[in-house]
């Protein structure tokens, strides 16, 4: 079946330094898609989302990338800070369907 | 999030015995869901219900059932629990119509071990 994926299971960067995480996404039906974090011992919590109609979108820090061509993803953190250590998956839908989340990559911030 | 509890938070068990895992928010959301979440298996779909009278299957719903009692209320159960059912459970919500409808709200988790 069609499923949500990333390209790198673990990122290590220095506090500072802008961060960027990749994620391919495979149905090409998918219009609404989101990045959650997932912090040690908690759910997951909502970062940023964009729809298949926009190319980016800007948060307090964080940009997502959408390139529907090569249905690619990427979530950009500017400045990370030790905060940001935590787990992030992408997830897609078609609207009318469950989220389906990608298997996560492993984001650490080296003070 | 406190709009979405999920008790017990963690929970010890025996093969064989059967468990229920509850949740319930404060949303309003109408949509409800079940996910189980392994190591390097990210977030799998057990169940999930886009109202009362709504029930589907996700992509592993083999040895779970779910109920929903309530708009606010979902549970979990697991007929005969098995050890490769340990695993952290969330449950999510999600809103239908709205800006960020599609977005799901998760609960703070259950960690479940079969023994």
């Known amino acids: 079946g069609e499923s949500v994926g990333l390209h790198l299971p673990t990122l290590s960067v220095q506090e500072g330094d802008n961060s960027i995480i990749n994620c391919a996404y495979s149905n090409s039906a998918s219009d609404y898609f989101i990045w959650y974090k997932q912090e040690s011992g908690k759910g997951p919590q909502f970062i940023i989302d964009i729809r298949s109609n926009m190319d980016k979108r800007q948060g307090q820090r964080v940009t997502v990338l959408l390139n529907k061509t090569v249905k690619h993803l990427s979530l950009q953190i500017a400045a990370t800070q030790p905060g940001d250590s935590a787990v992030y998956f992408c997830a897609e839908t078609t609207g009318n369907t469950p989220l389906v989340f990608g298997k996560g990559t492993r984001l650490s911030v080296i003070a | 999030d406190a709009d979405v509890t999920q008790t017990p938070r963690n929970r010890i068990t025996k093969t064989g015995k059967r468990i229920m895992l509850e949740c319930s928010q404060t949303?309003?959301?109408?949509?409800m869901y079940w996910y189980r979440q392994d190591p390097g298996l990210g977030l799998r779909l057990i169940y999930y219900?886009?109202?009362?009278?709504?029930?589907n299957k996700g992509e592993i719903s083999d040895g779970y059932s779910v109920s929903r009692q309530a708009q606010a209320k979902f549970s979990l159960s697991l007929e005969s629990a098995i050890p490769n059912q340990t695993a952290l459970y969330f449950c999510a919500t999600s809103d239908f119509v709205g800006a960020g409808a599609y977005t799901q709200y998760f609960g703070p988790g259950t960690r479940l071990t079969v023994l």
């Open positions: 219900s886009f109202d009362v009278k709504d029930i």
């Open positions: 949303k309003g959301h109408d949509r």
